[in-house]
């Protein structure tokens, strides 16, 4: 079974741009939550998807959104970015709906690089 | 508020060494789901175990173990004869599920170099 893919891997945007990321779910997996991850502030949570509806937001601006469509791939979208945007965002999805306590399994990362 | 506590930052030891790796939480919550995660240099993070907070029984998995003690809110990981393979940033992470979802609060998680 193929793991949890993530689009592109690698992007360079420069401040004030915007930028949108893909994730596609393990097969069969219905939930989709999105991390970032820095060097700063380590791992952190930005919001969690399940049946195209968003079931839980992390502490970021509103500049952070996200969106789950009906096969249950998720995008996720940053506007007028900053240099504090630079980082890896993780993609996590779950066999297991919100609530449960499931195990949780990651992509590869798309790594924003913001100059 | 929940919390997770990874107090070693970097760890190195030598092929064949035990190491132990700790991991303390806090949660007021009676249910939480406890997470050990591996990732090396490629950057995924790739699940290791899982354990909710009903089960204080240990785990085993073949160099791998675990201990959770709710008296003292841990839940540490030891490897047994430790190989360069293991080199990888480890992170401890926290689900505390309620109506919201299910968002994992990890810490900051500990380098561990293995050297031969």
């Known amino acids: 079974k193929a793991g949890v893919t993530q689009t592109p891997r690698y992007l360079i945007k420069t401040r004030g741009q915007q930028v949108t990321l893909s994730c596609s779910p393990i097969s069969g997996h219905r939930s989709v939550s999105w991390y970032q991850q820095t060097p700063g502030q380590g791992l952190q949570f930005l919001f969690e998807y399940f049946s195209e509806t968003q079931r839980n937001k992390g502490n970021f601006p509103g500049r952070f959104s996200g969106r789950q469509f009906s096969n249950s791939r998720s995008e996720m979208n940053v506007s007028t970015l900053e240099l504090g945007d630079s980082a890896l965002y993780l993609c996590?999805?779950?066999?297991?709906?919100?609530?449960?306590?499931?195990?949780?399994?990651f992509g590869p990362g798309t790594r924003l690089t913001v100059l | 508020a929940q919390k997770v506590t990874q107090a070693q930052t970097e760890i190195s030891v030598v092929e064949k060494e035990d190491v132990t790796l700790d991991c303390v939480y806090e949660?007021?919550?009676?249910?939480?789901?406890l997470f050990w995660y591996k990732q090396p240099p490629s950057g995924e993070l790739v699940f290791l175990i899982r354990?909710?907070?009903?089960?204080?029984q240990n785990e085993i998995s073949g160099r791998y173990s675990w201990n959770f003690q709710k008296s003292t809110s841990s839940f540490n990981f030891t490897i047994t004869a430790s190989q360069v393979v293991d080199s990888a940033v480890y992170f401890c992470?926290?689900?505390?599920?309620?109506?919201?979802?299910?968002?994992?609060?990890f810490g900051k998680g500990t380098t561990l170099s293995v050297s031969s």
């Open positions: 996590a999805s779950s066999l297991v709906v919100p609530g449960k306590g499931g195990e949780q399994f």
């Open positions: 949660t007021r919550d009676t249910t939480y789901y």
């Open positions: 992470a926290l689900s505390a599920p309620g109506q919201a979802g299910t968002a994992l609060i």
């Open positions: 354990r909710n907070s009903f089960d204080e």
